[in-house]
């Protein structure tokens, strides 16, 4: 009589145990569902809405690409895209932010710290900015001038 409790027990617990999976089951595919439905959505809406074209077009007279609006909607890809990453020896006194950014190992607040300690002497009072450290000194020291126009490097 004992043994017949305690299996039927066991059998309570194992239906139990097994209900609860197939709620869970049906929970994650109900979900699923919800979940491709809504990105289908945002697909069609953002399809809908389309962005601006970016066109980038070659100036006859000069040697280097320019880029020009074709029409006041579209966006221009200079104000898209910042300098990519240790591509321009930059002048620490007349830099911009997002040329300062672009160097590597500074962001939004080292370079706005780099500004307000300007002007600078020479490239190795850059290590009195919070953050610089002697590794990222060693970094930036080829890539950084105190005077003269920031250029591309080639």
Sequence with gaps: MCTNRVGQGIVLLVS??????VCIIISLALLSSAFTAALKKERATRLAHATPRVQLHEAATTETPQLQHATPSETSLHDLLDPAKGSLIVNINTASDKELRS????????????????????????????????????????LVKTDGATEKIK
Excluded at 16 to 21: C, E, K, N, Y
Aim: a neutral charge; proline letters at 9%; aromatic letters at 6%.
């Design 16 to 21: 139990s145990v097994g209900s609860i999976v």
């Design 103 to 142: 160097l590597p190992s500074i962001g939004y607040a080292r370079a706005d710290e780099i500004i307000a300690h300007r002007p600078y002497t020479s490239v190795d009072e850059l290590s009195r900015v919070k953050g610089i450290t002697p590794w990222v000194m060693d970094q930036l020291r080829p």
